[in-house]
């Protein structure tokens, strides 16, 4: 569909400004600064944004969500400025398009509504279902793309089903209205290790199998290798270090990649505890004030 | 009984759990429900020893240490077994403490870094009347000279004494985790228990605060039981790990031989199913949810997920049993009891 140049996403040089302060001392904190990104249409791929918190990664996928404006720069998406969007028909299409996917599932959802509600508002709202049989038939076959059934999930309340279970319907919810882009904030920090791999492969086997890209976002460096094709650094609002994600962690170049890769509690350092000249001499490596 | 380790030519007990039991009772309109979330633990931590509890969510981590602690409210409720604290050449059973006992032995001997603990601290209150509060009549210096040893404690976790006049919201994340830390072990304290203490953190400034726990820990030579379900963690700062599953513990060892061996199938998966970088090899999740401990499974509570179960999985609970020195594991395909069974 799309013409051969077109990409799938292009984010061109954004920039946030976030106002703090009252009347007397007002600042702006720049959370993303000069960002640009770039994933083509017709080569699904995982491209993972790794930073600490306060590195503006989340800021950064919600301008991509068009969930909020950037100060400066474009995001494009298919060609189309997203922030140029102004008809509920345009906006409807770009979010059948782009689908979220949140950190905390307890939290994405609302506990007093049962959990196949969400399944049947995007059926009937981005996949043009009209008829229970259709939504429902859309919403099994959802489910039945992350491992789950709809018989296992109908009329079910959140605090019924566990963490993992939760993140896997928020997939399937997201893929109600076969998305081409999926932005993933975290979607594994608050599932339980033993169920974690579960959910990275399940990502792994969308971009394969239903090529879907998906933009994910950790601070986990293992399964950001584990499953990106590609790897963009952020420290401050900055990219510091971009680039196919083998050669990037396994021989980080910037100072703060070379950081963050040093800062992973990997279980094969057993049997060598840390040791206190670790931690000693070195700066605390902490990003609070990016002040401009 | 002890482990014959190359370090262990007589290592003082510090704690001592036996066959601990605690669950959850609740009864409402005459259906009475009962969560076996802490169900036959036995365990033990030496001096100067930094022993890792790791497990899923809900398996009953947090439980145990909050019996160990005694921070118990109903519906929690000790059902048998006993925790021994030797403390200052004294055996104290904690559960058969009274409250003026208890009250003497937290703080000055024993210190609990609560999960999520950046939250503890009162926010109204600046950080120098939470040291005050909290630990100035367990010391029971003149209060100038109090302030000057908490800010030469502070030093340790590489604070500046300004920090005692910043109200908690003034500190970054990893900052307030630090005064925690400080305020955990400023009395000097025999026994820290710390529950997932940088679960909420950063990567980057984990392993900082995680390096600072064990050099404080080092320095008062205290000993330490630490909460997290992230194996990474223990592999770096723990010296004995136990795994825990449904209440129960699957596997007991040092931690490199309970890493590098694992015996029990759950731990295996563990240590297996982390991805690491540089290795892109297939990793797999675990089928199946944690069961649900208010109907536990019958025998070991792992059989419904696990590769190996066979028919006495099914039946019987298995006995922890010694496959190398210091090293516990209860299965019944990987470690059968052809061996005495061990004394719980």
């Not at chain 1, 919810?173 to 975290?186: K, N």
């Not at chain 1, 990275?200 to 399964?223: C, M, P, Q, W």
């Amino acid at each position: 569909m799309s013409a051969a140049g077109t990409p799938l996403l292009e984010v061109d040089r954004v920039r946030m400004t976030y106002v703090v302060g009252g009347l007397i001392r007002r600042r702006g904190v720049r959370a993303v600064d000069d960002v640009s990104l770039r994933l083509e249409a017709g080569n699904p791929e995982i491209l993972a944004i790794i930073g600490e918190s306060g590195s503006g990664k989340t800021t950064l996928a919600r301008m991509i969500l068009n969930l909020a404006t950037p100060t400066a720069g474009t995001i494009r998406f298919r060609g189309a400025d997203v922030t140029q969007i102004r008809s509920n028909r345009q906006r409807m299409a770009f979010m059948r398009e782009v689908q979220p996917i949140f950190q905390n599932p307890f939290e994405a959802f609302n506990p007093l509504k049962p959990i196949d509600h969400y399944l049947f508002f995007s059926a009937r709202r981005f996949a043009g279902a009209r008829a229970r049989i259709d939504f429902e038939a859309k919403a099994d076959k959802a489910l039945h793309q992350v491992g789950l059934s709809l018989a296992e999930v109908k009329g079910r309340y959140p605090h019924e089903l566990s963490g993992g279970q939760l993140q896997r319907i928020a997939i399937a919810r997201a893929l109600v209205s076969s998305p081409s882009l999926i932005v993933a904030d975290e979607p594994v920090s608050m599932v339980d290790a033993s169920l974690r791999m579960s959910i990275v492969n399940l990502f792994k086997a969308l971009r394969d199998e239903l090529g879907v890209s998906i933009v994910y976002i950790t601070h986990d460096l293992a399964t950001a290798y584990y499953i990106s094709d590609r790897v963009l650094i952020m420290q401050r609002g900055k990219a510091v270090e971009s680039g196919d994600a083998r050669g990037v962690l396994d021989n980080p170049q910037h100072p703060y990649s070379i950081l963050l890769k040093s800062a992973v509690l990997s279980p094969d350092d057993a049997g060598r505890p840390m040791s206190p000249a670790d931690s000693a001499g070195r700066p605390s490596a902490h990003s609070t004030s990016n002040t401009e | 009984m002890s482990p014959a380790g190359p370090f262990s030519a007589a290592p003082e007990r510090v704690l001592t759990v036996r066959d601990l039991r605690a669950y959850y009772r609740t009864k409402y309109f005459g259906i009475s429900r009962e969560v076996r979330a802490v169900d036959g633990i036995s365990l033990h931590v030496d001096r100067n020893e930094i022993y890792g509890l790791a497990g899923e969510s809900s398996c009953g981590k947090t439980t145990l240490i909050k019996t160990i602690v005694r921070a118990i409210r109903p519906p929690l409720d000790v059902v048998g077994g006993s925790v021994t604290f030797h403390f200052a050449g004294r055996d104290r059973d904690i559960h058969a403490l009274n409250d003026s006992e208890l009250e003497s032995i937290r703080w000055r001997h024993l210190s609990y870094i609560l999960q999520g603990s950046m939250n503890v601290l009162n926010p109204v209150r600046r950080v120098r009347q939470s040291f005050v509060d909290f630990a100035h009549r367990h010391i029971g210096k003149p209060m100038p000279e109090f302030l000057r040893h908490v800010e030469s404690h502070l030093a340790r976790v590489r604070l500046e004494p300004a920090a005692l006049d910043a109200y908690p919201h003034e500190l970054s994340g990893g900052m307030r985790q630090r005064v925690t830390i400080a305020l955990a072990t400023v009395c000097r304290p025999d026994f820290i228990v710390a529950d997932e203490p940088t679960t909420a953190l950063d990567v980057v400034v984990q392993k900082d605060v995680l390096g600072m726990l064990r050099e404080v820990q080092q320095e008062i030579r205290s000993s330490m039981i630490l909460v997290t379900h992230d194996i990474g963690v223990h592999a770096n700062i723990t010296d004995r790990l136990g795994i825990m599953y449904a209440g129960r513990l699957a596997e007991e060892g040092r931690t490199v031989d309970v890493i590098r061996d694992p015996r029990h199938p759950y731990t295996s998966h563990l240590v297996t199913s982390l991805p690491r970088i540089g290795d892109v090899t297939q990793r797999r999740g675990l089928e199946g949810a944690p069961p649900n401990l208010a109907v536990p499974p019958t025998g070991c509570r792992f059989h419904p997920r696990c590769p190996l179960a066979m028919a006495t999985c099914r039946a019987e609970p298995p006995p922890m049993v010694d496959v190398a020195p210091g090293h516990r594991v209860a299965c019944w395909v990987t470690a059968p009891p052809d061996k005495p069974v061990t004394v719980q």
